[in-house]
T-cell receptor, first 112, second 115 residues
Framework: GENVEQHPSTLSVQEGDSAVIKCTYS??????FPWYKQELGKRPQLIID?????GEKKDQRIAVTLNKTAKHFSLHITETQPEDSAVYFC???????????FGAGTRLTVKP | GAGVSQSPRYKVAKRGQDVALRCDPI?????LFWYQQALGQGPEFLTY????????KSGLPSDRFFAERPEGSVSTLKIQRTQQEDSAVYLC?????????????FGQGTRLTVV
């Protein structure tokens, strides 16, 4: 089955700096790659997603890139703010049956 | 309802007790997922339904875990003879199913503590 690996497990940046989180996946049939943000004690919520037919997607300060050949995708957050502090999870969804697997998460801390 | 609803929010069970966790997905969502999330970890896949069909149960850790979705809507995750290692947050998520995969919406989770 699909295996998603995520790095780093923790990331600390200064406010205003950029943060990059990377994920790899194993199943070449995966075609949908969402990123979720989970604040302490709350449910994961989607922040951005990308499908396998595009290489990059941007939404304000957040961007995601996808390299299908290498089977990896990355989340980029620019001009980080303290409220960006949370745990971020990548996921990969397989084929047309919508089965989804998550990475282990990255705890991002943005220092003011 | 407006979102995915899970109940109870918190459950304390004595070791060996059976528990049942409920998930009400968003109306019309075909796909339903159960995940187990240990403290500080990512959601670990347990099982996946399309309507009432359980298409993948490869993540269920033992035969003490059982999930059903008999009418293709509400789902129940049952854990028999609970053990301390079952303590975790159990997350349910649902999504539409179409030609393109779509966002999964999560419930608040049920925090299970086995004592």
């Amino acid at each position: 089955g699909e295996n998603v690996e995520q790095h780093p497990s923790t990331l600390s940046v200064q406010e205003g700096d950029s943060a990059v989180i990377k994920c790899t996946y194993s199943d070449s049939a995966s075609n949908y790659f969402p990123w979720y943000k989970q604040e302490l004690g709350k449910r994961p919520q989607l922040i951005i997603d990308i499908r396998s037919n595009v290489g990059e997607k941007k939404d304000q300060r957040i961007a995601v890139t996808l390299n299908k050949t290498a089977k990896h995708f990355s989340l980029h957050i620019t001009e980080t703010q303290p409220e960006d502090s949370a745990v971020y999870f990548c996921a990969a969804s397989i084929g047309n049956n919508n089965d989804m697997r998550f990475g282990a998460g990255t705890r991002l801390t943005v220092k003011p | 309802g407006a979102g995915v609803s899970q109940s109870p929010r918190y459950k304390v069970a004595k070791r060996g007790q059976d528990v049942a966790l409920r998930c009400d997905p968003i109306s019309g969502h075909v796909s339903l997922f159960w995940y187990q999330q240990a403290l500080g970890q990512g959601p670990e896949f347990l099982t996946y339904f399309q309507n009432e069909a359980q298409l993948d149960k490869s993540g269920l850790p033992s035969d003490r875990f059982f999930a059903e979705r008999p009418e293709g809507s509400v789902s129940t995750l049952k854990i028999q003879r609970t053990q301390q290692e079952d303590s975790a947050v159990y997350l349910c998520a649902s999504s539409l199913l179409g030609q393109m995969n779509t966002e999964a919406f999560f419930g608040q989770g049920t925090r299970l503590t086995v004592v």
